[in-house]
């Protein structure tokens, strides 16, 4: 979770392997709990789902466009959800680039080959938090 000016507030903890980011938020906030009532969540397509799992008014998930059919050949979105899904995207790219900044710390983009069990949450806290102090100056 980040601010718009690419302020890092959470991190959730790792995943060995090949995980979908909309069951690593399920593993970290469960859904029974009221978590996102008071937040504006802006999420993207990855969290497929979450309107109708979690609570809250503030929950904005671009919107999907349709199937190709033998009934719809051609789908496309209006111009209204066009522009609703770039105003979305607008803000959401500050958080994208929050990760492209902690990614500046080659520790993150390269093979991680550690002997310590769980150190590589305290490599991605200390790259967040040298992000933070680098926003900071």
Not at 10 to 30: A, C, I, V, W
């Amino acid at each position: 979770m980040a601010l718009p000016d690419k302020f890092i507030l959470f991190l959730g903890r790792t995943f060995s392997g090949r995980n979908h980011d909309y069951l690593m938020l399920k593993q970290e906030f469960p859904p029974e709990l009221d978590w996102f009532t008071d937040l504006n969540v802006r999420v993207d397509l990855g969290y497929l789902g979450i309107k109708s799992d979690y609570r809250g008014e503030q929950i904005d998930l671009p919107t999907k466009k349709p199937r190709k059919s033998k009934k719809n050949p051609n789908p496309q979105l209006s111009d209204e959800q066009k522009a609703a899904n770039k105003v979305l995207s607008q803000i959401r790219i500050f958080i994208e680039h929050a990760i492209g900044g902690m990614k500046r710390y080659n520790i993150l983009v390269h093979t991680f080959r550690n002997r310590i069990a769980h150190f590589e949450d305290d490599v991605i806290g200390v790259c967040a938090g040298l992000w933070n102090l680098v926003l900071s100056y």
